[in-house]
T-cell receptor
């Protein structure tokens, strides 16, 4: 079964600085999707960024970018110019591309604190 | 785009009663909807997957007779917690995938259930 591991239960960053959240996963598949979701105190899950495994180029969304290392099965999230509103739980998630399964497998999350 | 709503946002009920939670995709047709449960400070646990017009697929350990799921249309799925007990108190979140774009799940804002 696929597993997603987030090894950092908590992280903190100073406002305007850069922080990287780690995520590793285990799969025998070659085609899949990876996601980072943000869950602020409101508990609304918000899609931050998505990466298709077949794409070598790392996904970027404004201040958010990923470092996707397929061979190492690593998918870290970099947040640049951190803002107070970035404070939230961040979940890494994996989804198969084939086989009919649309299920997301989530990591346990990393709580990010942004210090003013 | 890709907005998912849930109703109610929070509900308190007496032990032994049933509670229905609605999940709606507001601006797209949802081929598949998912129901998750989240305990405090934990990750999301998938309960079941439902496709419009067919029976839901439940995850191992989830009682299908206790958590009734109906996916009556392409924009509405309901979760009914039957004969609720205090241990059913939790945060329930739904998500949906859009027809033709099944790789990404969009989440509702969640429903907090408290069973007294």
């Amino acid at each position: 079964a696929q597993t997603v591991t987030q090894s950092q239960p908590e992280m903190s960053v100073q406002e305007a600085e850069t922080v990287t959240l780690s995520c590793t996963y285990d799969t025998s598949e070659s085609d899949y999707y990876l996601f980072w979701y943000k869950q602020p105190p409101s508990r609304q899950m918000i899609l931050v960024i998505r990466q298709e495994a077949y794409k070598q180029q790392n996904a970027t969304e404004n201040r958010f970018s990923v470092n996707f290392q397929k061979a190492a099965k690593s998918f870290s999230l970099k947040i640049s110019d951190s803002q107070l509103g970035d404070a939230a739980m961040y979940f890494c998630a994996y989804r198969e591309d084939q086989g009919g399964s649309e299920k997301l497998v989530f990591g346990k999350g990393t709580k990010l604190t942004v210090n003013p | 785009g890709a907005v998912v709503s849930q109703h109610p946002s929070r509900v308190i009920c007496k032990s032994g009663t049933s509670v229905k939670i609605e999940c709606r995709s507001l601006d797209f047709q949802a081929t598949t909807m998912f129901w998750y449960r989240q305990f405090p400070k934990q990750s999301l646990m998938l309960m079941a997957t439902s496709n419009e017009g067919s029976k839901a697929t439940y995850e191992q350990g989830v009682e299908k007779d206790k958590f009734l799921i109906n996916h009556a249309s392409l924009t509405l799925s309901t979760l009914t917690v039957t004969s609720a007990h205090p241990e059913d108190s939790s945060f329930y979140i739904c998500s949906a995938t859009e027809r033709g774009k099944q790789e990404t799940q969009y989440f509702g804002p969640g429903t907090r259930l408290l069973v007294l």
